[in-house]
């Protein structure tokens, strides 16, 4: 057997030109359905920003809430009910919103600010520059430095600008997991200030964090908090409806599967075509190993050893040139999303072997139907 993955190997890469063609199309494949999903990823993953920078456990959220962004606030007293639920180890209120900043050269930019429970400071970010403590100093605020941070003149500690016509300063500089979705600046304060300086409904609770005291009490806290008319979700389950809401209810999710179907598609037809052009060049030498005693199933091995050594070929190459110019963007473009996943490179990986399987296929059929008495009249 191994005699014949030789021979095998040397049929293939004997044709310099076929064998190229055949890469290029996998390759070309492969780079474009790892660079549309990687980019799907990456939205995805700053659509969550707020949820994977604050880190709690479970969040409470009006049930018609979608995406972390669009926040609907709650009355104080779902906290206090929350507070009282078997299982709840400490619950805390968060402020998620938007606001104009005027910087020193009169210009202004849009930011977000995240007001943070004043006892707890829970989901505070991790600080670069500055004290924690100061963020409790008359009119503190923490800057996030991420791709955003150049927007607001690159901010030092002491900073002063305008936040909604109030007096802001720069206490702090922190850095977060994961940049939001939006190219917008984000802001960390404490919970009542963002309430002072930012106009309001009556209702001021975005979210409530919520800490179980064990994974085991997750149901019976969702199930009280559902019986006050409210949606308690897990970390994981908001993040998942979050890219549930941008996959399905946006035109994004689908116009980026239709360009990683089109993708799979143009690899597909260039290589299978290009593979079954190559059976047929190589048809003789397929008919003279049939006549010296070569058996099918060993021509099959053959073929579907060609199939895989390509697919596979072309899908490392596909996935190093998509890294390496993933590396290169985010080192000219900060803003850029796209990440490299596991999923991501296991999909690519998957559509890869389909299209190995039926340019296998198309092979085989071709060279079972061979005569070697129909070879060597010829």
Sequence with gaps: MRGILRVAYKLLVNDRAKFAALLVGITFAVFLMVQMTSLFAGILNRASATVINVGARMWVMDPAVQTVANSIPMPDYVLDAVRSVEGVNYAVPLYTGGALVRLADGAYQAVNVVGLDDSTLFGRPQLLEGNISDIFAENGFFVIKDSEFSKLENPKLGTVFELNDNRA?????????????????????????ALQYIPTTRYTVSYILVQPKSEADIPG?????????????TDDEFMGQISGFYMFQTGLGVNLLLMTVMSFVVGLSISGQTFYTFVLENLEKFGALKAIGAKSHELIYMILFQAAFTALTGYGLGVGLCSLLLAVAKMRLPDYAAIITFPNLG?????????????????????????PFDIFRG
Excluded: C
């Excluded at 806290?221 to 979700?233: E, F, N």
């Excluded at 999909?347 to 061979?370: D, E, H, N, P, Q």
């Design 221 to 233: 806290i969702k199930k009280r908090v559902a019986a006050l008319g409210y949606l308690a979700l």
């Design 347 to 371: 999909m690519a990986f998957f559509m890869v072997l389909v299209i190995a399987g039926i340019s296998s296929y198309v092979g085989v059929r071709k060279v079972l139907r061979i005569e």
């Design 169 to 193: 300063v720069i206490v702090g500089i922190a850095q977060v997991a994961s940049s939001g979705l939006f190219g917008v600046p984000t802001l960390y304060t404490t919970f009542y200030r």
